[in-house]
């Protein structure tokens, strides 16, 4: 999975004129799918290196609530916290949510480790291959990406209130779809979780 | 330095100090119950909108295309129960399918 969308990420990135060294670079550091696509194509369309940068980081803010459920269950030094926290990415925070907020440290970071390994690896054959894949969209990746996310969705569908934060959350994305550069919907749809300040 | 490495640099940078916050800044401790509360919702929020934009997002537009076929055969992997990898395996070989026939 990871290798197919590094894969493409490679492909992509050669396409919109990074080279070769630094897709597979920002993979190695940043990390984080959404943003990295979002920059490659800010860069392709001419964007400007000021636009990509935005777009790439307000999509990643995202993990600076994200890290926050993350610290209780990370202890250790200061550095090897912030070293560990680096194999924090939505897919691998997704399938370590133990329930009441709480996400498995162990599988965390197995799974974080996992999906560094198969995104650069990806990237790399991404950037080789470039020429002979062609628009990985032909072989419907682009979908795969929303339904992993919809299978991780239902599973945390236990409560009314986290049926609301969804329905809200989904809406508020696509409400801003229309009005707002990419990054800006996921990251304003985050809001939808104060519906939990809400005592019920 | 070359646009392209100022990009990667400074993504990196951000990326990296945003992911490190919770557990740098207070890691091992737990968080206080509304908190708590709030970032339990944070998962089913920003997934719904990760889908729903996956999904429907065009180029600052909304858009209906072959992906909807995808979420369909998604749809229904779920309904049965299948495992993960064959509901995006059947979302992806749905999308290509109508994509193909299209």
Same mark, same amino acid.
Do not use: H
């Given at each position: ?23 597979v ?10 943003a ?10 001419g964007?400007?290196?000021?636009a ?29 916290r912030?070293l ?10 997704a ?9 498995d440290?162990?599988i965390l ?14 990237t ?8 002979f ?11 795969a990406?929303?339904?992993?996310? !919809?299978?991780l ?7 009314r209130?986290?049926?609301l ?5 989904a ?25 939990? !300040?809400?005592?019920? | 330095?070359?646009?392209v490495?100022l ?10 100090a ?10 091992g ?12 919702l ?7 909108a ?12 909304l858009?209906?295309d ?5 979420l ?31």
């Open positions: 999975m990871a290798f197919a969308f590094g894969l493409s990420f490679g492909v992509l990135a050669k396409a919109s004129g990074m080279g070769s060294l630094a897709p670079v920002m993979s190695m550091t940043t990390f984080a799918g959404s990295q696509f979002a920059a490659a194509s800010v860069l392709g369309t964007g400007g290196a000021l990509a940068i935005g777009a790439a980081t307000l999509l990643n803010t995202r993990y600076a609530p994200i890290s926050l459920t993350v610290a209780p269950s990370m202890g250790g030094s200061p550095l090897s912030l560990r926290s680096q194999l924090i990415v939505d897919e691998s925070w399938v370590a949510q133990a329930g009441g907020g709480r996400v440290r162990r970071m197995g799974a974080g480790a996992l999906l560094w390994f198969g995104w650069v690896g990806g790399v054959v991404g950037v080789l291959g470039a020429g894949i062609g628009n990985p969209a032909r072989y419907g990746l682009d979908a990406f929303p339904a992993l996310f !919809l299978a969705l239902v599973a945390q569908l236990d409560s209130r986290a049926i934060a969804a329905v809200l959350g809406t508020i994305a696509l409400t801003l779809v229309p009005f707002s550069a990419a990054g800006v919907p996921i990251i304003a749809a985050s809001l939808a979780c104060l519906v939990g !300040l809400w005592r019920s | 330095m070359s646009e490495w990009v990667v640099l400074v993504v990196g940078a951000a990326t990296v945003l992911k490190a916050a919770g557990p740098v800044l207070l890691g401790r737990d968080l206080p119950p509304p908190v708590l509360r709030v970032v339990t944070l998962a089913p929020a920003l997934l719904a990760l889908v729903a934009v996956g999904l429907f997002a065009g180029d600052r537009q858009v209906l072959e992906r909807v076929a995808g369909g055969a998604a749809a229904l992997a779920l309904a049965v129960r299948a495992p993960i990898l064959v509901v995006v395996v059947a979302a992806a070989v749905a999308t290509a399918l109508a994509r193909a026939l299209g």
